[in-house]
């Protein structure tokens, strides 16, 4: 028998299949009326109807609260203009969210500006020289090289260097007092105390002696705290007497004082001794730790080089050349143990990119060669007694072309960054390109993928995260300092290498081959002699442009003869259609480019963007260190 429902005590009525279905009916009424009223709202309105039909629409900021305070969503605007964001056909725009997006229009907005880290800024550091003092041509000229040194090597480790003269110590209230006190005063005396008046106008920071120069490693910490340029009191270094010394401008204006109320003033033959009169110490804060990092070239630690010392005692102008070129190999001396896996010259695709890279592999090629004029040759830095001495037999450096980036502290990287258009025509040989070859038959950022594989271990990852870790390789703190990277449609800046790597690099010896660049030479007169005829071409490119030996075959195909004869013109002509956008190449060298060969290299640009953002970072960022070094220079100037 069938169960009887009840509802507040009175028995329910049965539904028969007849009701049943009028229900059913009824509930598909409803649900199509409300599908036909509703759907219209969800359709945005036509323009003839937008009057007619007005709705109010909710703005995102209220529906979302989150994107109000959200830093990392897409803006809405370009940003500014900033000061000094153009060099040449580079644009940039600083942020510190450089890293956040893959591609930078997706916040310049702008496809032509690349999203570059925040500069980082440079402390000063003070060096004093007496330009009043009559001296004789050759004197001035061998006092400059070794000032230009100077500046070269602490500009490379990230310091602003400024060289002081007796023009900033007269700006000081403290000089009249001084001109009171001179009488009697030692000459030597007089010169530190107009040295540190100089310091004090500029506001302290840093204040070294110019034989006092950087050989470490970037991220050494002594040099990391001197770039951080916060010093909580004076303080010096106990090996390094007065060759440098740190702090406020408070503490080195009472400083000052101290060494002209001195009651030895007329006795004292230094700045030391006039302030150590009236305490056991002196005012400094004086650190007990070995300054590794820095190599002072002091009276004292002239010993260790016997010969130098007697030419300077001699011949005051050939000893201080003969110094001057003995720092210099110290410091190129000093780089090579730094990395001591060799240089890697990255190579990409390399069944056809061997032309390519052969700037970047004559760079590595002077890098790992020594200094012809090295005074003495097997000796080591003051600071560094146990290096390994520059022998281009007894320790070469090794040179390797492998296809893939490696991320290795002890292993200095130097990359080529193609163009999309260079590399699409060299990897497939191609005089011409199409875009149904574009579309159909290419490999979509071919170069920044095939760079960055081994970072993810041949994981299947996006474009954009690898473009991410090409940025962080190139401009990252950790990076910078480990790695060039120019561009192959581009010749080496004359003058950047010297400045970015803190030496003056050797010329291309006379003997190297394009299969064997640490090769013996061939007698080292004639070696000599080739480099004193080629040293005034050193910076010019097409005099610098050694093809790289064949690479393994683990690295990937190796190109046949043909393919090799076939290079140098598919990359001139590349060349040619991607400079086709700079203004300057095409007055200057006349470049004729069609609009068809315009349209295919814009086709390939967005087809390879990730290739493309790579180019344009590593160009953008290159370009934003030439303009601060002029910046720099014309200040200085």
Avoid at 155 to 169: D, R
Avoid at 173 to 190: F, T, V
Avoid at 273 to 287: L, N, Q, V
Wanted: glycine share 4%.
């Amino acid at each position: 028998m069938p169960r009887q429902y009840v509802l507040f005590g009175r028995p329910l009525p049965r539904l028969g299949s007849r009701h049943l279905s009028l229900l059913l009916v009824s509930v598909s009424l409803f649900a199509i009326f409300s599908l036909l009223f509703t759907l219209p709202s969800a359709i945005p309105t036509g323009p003839s109807l937008q009057i007619a039909d007005h709705k109010l629409s909710i703005p995102d900021s209220i529906k979302n609260p989150w994107n109000k305070v959200n830093p990392f969503k897409q803006p809405a605007h370009a940003p500014p203009r900033q000061k000094n964001d153009t060099y040449g056909q580079s644009s940039w725009y600083a942020n510190w969210k450089w890293l956040s997006y893959p591609f930078s229009s997706s916040v310049t907005l702008d496809e032509s500006r690349s999203l570059l880290p925040e500069l980082a800024q440079r402390p000063p550091i003070y060096v004093y020289y007496d330009n009043t003092i009559e001296r004789e041509k050759a004197t001035k000229e061998v006092e400059s090289d070794i000032l230009l040194s100077w500046r070269r090597a602490w500009w490379a480790q990230g310091f602003k260097p400024i060289i002081l003269s007796p023009a900033e110590a007269m700006n000081n209230p403290m000089y009249e007092e001084l001109q009171h006190r001179s009488e009697g005063m030692d000459a030597s005396l007089k010169t530190d105390i107009m040295r540190w008046l100089a310091w004090e106008n500029m506001g302290g920071g840093l204040l070294a002696h110019y034989f006092l120069f950087p050989m470490g490693a970037y991220d050494d910490p002594l040099l990391v705290y001197l770039r951080r340029g916060e010093f909580p009191g004076l303080t010096r270094w106990k090996d390094l007497g007065d060759g440098l010394f740190v702090g406020p401008k408070a503490d080195v204006a009472k400083t000052i004082k101290l060494a002209l109320a001195s009651p030895n003033l007329k006795t004292a033959k230094n700045f030391l001794e006039a302030t150590s009169a009236s305490k056991e110490e002196g005012p400094f804060t004086i650190d007990d730790t070995e300054p590794s990092s820095l190599a002072f070239y002091s009276a004292s630690a002239l010993k260790l080089y016997p010969k130098v010392a007697e030419t300077i005692g001699g011949d005051r102008v050939a000893g201080l050349k003969s110094l001057n070129e003995l720092i210099n190999a110290h410091l190129h001396q000093t780089w090579q143990n730094l990395f001591s896996e060799g240089i890697a010259v990255v190579k990409p695709l390399p069944q056809h990119t061997t032309h390519m890279i052969a700037p970047s592999y004559s760079v590595a090629l002077r890098l790992a060669s020594c200094p012809a004029n090295n005074p003495l040759p097997s000796s080591c830095p003051p600071n560094r007694p146990k290096c390994v001495p520059c022998s281009t037999t007894a320790h070469p450096i090794k040179i390797s072309t492998p296809a893939h980036y490696k991320n290795s502290s002890a292993m200095y990287t130097i990359g080529t960054v193609p163009h999309p258009y260079t590399i699409q025509s060299l990897s497939s040989m191609r005089e011409q390109i199409t875009v149904p070859w574009i579309r159909r038959d290419s490999v979509r950022d071919a170069w920044v993928g095939d760079l960055i594989t081994n970072l993810f271990k041949g994981k299947a990852v996006p474009a954009g995260a690898r473009v991410l870790r090409f940025k962080e390789a190139v401009a990252g703190e950790y990076g910078s300092a480990r790695s060039l990277w120019l561009t192959a449609e581009r010749d080496t800046p004359e003058g950047i290498l010297d400045w970015h790597f803190g030496f003056d690099l050797p010329a291309l010896p006379s003997s190297s081959t394009s299969g064997s660049p640490n090769k013996e030479k061939e007698g080292e007169h004639k070696h000599d002699d080739a480099t004193e005829k080629i040293e005034s071409e050193i910076h010019k490119p097409k005099d610098t442009s050694i093809l790289p030996p064949i690479h393994d075959e683990k690295e990937g195909p190796v190109p046949s003869e043909q393919d090799l004869k076939l290079e140098p013109n598919l990359l001139l002509l590349a060349k040619t259609i991607v400079s086709s956008s700079d203004e300057a190449e095409i007055k200057n060298k006349k470049i004729h480019v069609t609009k068809e060969e315009i349209k295919i290299r814009e086709a390939v640009e967005a087809w390879n963007l990730a290739d493309w953002e790579a180019w344009r970072f590593a160009r953008a960022y290159l370009a934003r260190k030439e303009m601060e070094r002029e910046k720099w220079a014309e200040e200085e100037e």
